[in-house]
């Protein structure tokens, strides 16, 4: 059934208009599924990364960094919808700040770059058909972001579910948009290629790329390290962050032991009894912050001397083709991580960057801290955190959704004195309310009264 499953699943993309590039990546998965590939990455394969070059340690004069960055592309992954918080748009779109979305904040950090520095500095958002026209609608109040005649946005392509019994490209009358999902960020690179754009920036002059999540507000358009990558002569270049014991889930880079290569290894890369070794701390020191830097020319090249194919490792997602109904039939999907693509580079450099440059929001807890007294934000967009060590927050399920979160907690929270907070019950929160200490507020709920100081140890 799997020669017929995949002339099946073939077939629906080329209907719906998936690029051919993105139905050759998605082709060379389902053939590693058929031969039982999982995508594992042993422990016993690999060596943890040692002391990376930092970025503290980094200079550049304003020359250097003033070049490199007027060859620069400002590219930012904005294909999610934000549906882990109960949002129904591209997650971009959320107010985070003052007003502001972290869509706005981008923009804002952006101009500032263009100005300060007198580059062009195109932004380009990788959407996906899902975030697409809600972004667009939102980037029409900026009518002189785009240059150099390139678009704002570009778009990923998307994949069948398969049927994890035959391989067959799912059915579901209920609901057909749940038989297609998104084929991880890793399609950044055939969606580049296939969509021409690729070729388009070097043709206008530009040499450098710089990538990662809408969400990461921290990773703003950065001269001292486009100076820095220029200058080495690398053809890649991964920023990593050193780990706490609170960094249990993001993936790692780490050292093949079979060719001495640099890889990504995420969590649903790794065995259940490697998994003790993926969260320590102490023996894989650096996570991976999902910031890319890119030489186009060497990313073409490479594209172009594998047909468009990059050959990432896979990762297998096992779910419900309905993910709300556990009874509806079991997929796979097929995913790809971009950052796994630095293994395919002969020249990739990593570089150990502050935690200021990565500052994700995938839950409401760290929405509540980029919310709070915890950060400012500058003229320039750029976050700017007010105190050394970040608290902790661990909200209860009353709080998962955005709109559950917005309801209970309606103003921003002082913070800048406390260590952690914890909800537990179904709290609503007045205006005004500061956290000192560690505080636990229980599961029976209650009112916190505007101007409250919240006091723990």
Same mark, same amino acid.
């Given at each position: 059934m799997s020669e017929q499953g995949l002339q099946q699943a073939r077939d629906k993309m080329a209907s719906a208009g998936v690029g051919r590039t993105a139905i050759e990546v998605f082709s060379d998965y389902y053939k590693q599924l058929e031969t039982g590939a999982t995508g594992i990455i042993p422990e016993s394969s690999i060596r943890p990364i040692e002391n990376p070059p930092s970025l503290a340690d980094v200079v550049v004069t304003d020359q250097q960094a003033r070049d490199a960055l007027s060859k620069t592309v400002f590219i930012k992954l904005n294909g999610g919808l934000g549906t882990s918080m109960g949002l129904a748009h591209a997650k971009s779109l959320l107010q985070v700040r003052d007003g502001k979305s972290f869509l706005d904040i981008v923009v804002q950090q952006v101009r500032a770059t263009r100005q300060q520095w007198g580059v062009k500095l195109p932004l380009l958002l990788m959407d996906s058909f899902s975030t697409h026209d809600d972004t667009m609608a939102a980037l029409a109040e900026y009518p002189d972001l785009a240059v150099d005649g390139l678009p704002l946005d570009f778009l990923q392509s998307k994949e069948p579910k398969l049927r994890a019994d035959d391989l067959s490209p799912v059915d579901w009358p209920a609901d057909p948009e749940l038989e297609w999902c998104p084929p991880g960020h890793g399609d950044i690179y055939a969606a580049l290629y296939d969509s021409g754009l690729l070729s388009t920036l070097i043709d206008k002059g530009y040499r450098y790329a710089a990538v990662s999540n809408s969400d990461n507000l921290g990773a703003a358009p950065n001269a001292r390290i486009a100076g820095w990558f220029a200058s080495t002569g690398g053809d890649w270049c991964s920023e990593v962050c050193v780990r706490t014991v609170n960094d249990k889930k993001g993936g790692h880079l780490a050292i093949r032991k079979s060719d001495g290569r640099v890889i990504l290894r995420d969590t649903a890369q790794t065995a259940p009894e490697d998994m003790k070794y993926f969260t320590d701390e102490h023996v894989h020191r650096y996570f991976h912050a999902n910031n890319l830097w890119w030489d186009l020319v060497a990313l073409k090249q490479k594209l172009d001397e594998r047909h468009g194919v990059m050959g990432l490792p896979l990762i297998r997602n096992e779910k419900t083709v309905d993910p709300t109904d556990p009874s509806s039939p079991a997929v796979i999907q097929v995913e790809s991580a971009m950052g796994a693509a630095v293994e395919v580079f002969d020249d990739a450099r990593v570089l150990l960057v502050g935690r200021d440059r990565f500052v994700p929001v995938k839950k409401t807890n760290e929405l509540l801290l980029l919310r709070s007294d915890v950060y400012?934000?500058? !003229?320039?967009?750029?976050?700017?955190?007010?105190?050394?060590?970040?608290?902790?927050?661990?909200?209860?399920?009353?709080?998962?959704?955005? !709109? !559950?979160? !917005?309801?209970?907690?309606?103003?921003?929270?002082?913070?800048?004195?406390?260590t952690s907070l914890t909800v537990e019950g179904d709290w609503h929160f007045g205006t005004g309310v500061r956290v000192r200490g560690t505080v636990d507020l229980g599961p029976d709920g209650g009112t916190v009264p505007d101007g409250e100081l919240l006091q723990g140890d």
């Open positions: 400012s934000i500058g !003229d320039d967009g750029r976050l700017h955190a007010r105190v050394e060590r970040i608290p902790g927050v661990d909200l209860g399920a009353d709080y998962k959704f955005v !709109d !559950d979160f !917005d309801e209970r907690i309606p103003a921003p929270l002082g913070m800048v004195e406390a």
